[in-house]
């Protein structure tokens, strides 16, 4: 099965069958393959900011992604 592209949700066509699988006890069900670990493709915003910074790439302030607001709520670890 190929990976999700984006945030988008997998449409149920997609997603993996399981195996019906019967007991002699009529207690039957189904059984799904062992799923893996999640890891992060690029590792999110904490290691977009830390290797963009790390390689001396900046942006002028008026191409900036992010808002000053949102920079200053990510510099205090996201309080509620």
Known sequence: ???SRGMGAIMPDKMPKGKKKARRDDTD???YKEGGDVKMAGGGLYANI???KKAGTSRSKSKSTITSKAYANMKKGFPK
């Open 1 to 3: 099965m190929r990976p």
């Open 50 to 52: 830390n290797a963009r």
């Open 29 to 31: 069900f189904t059984e």
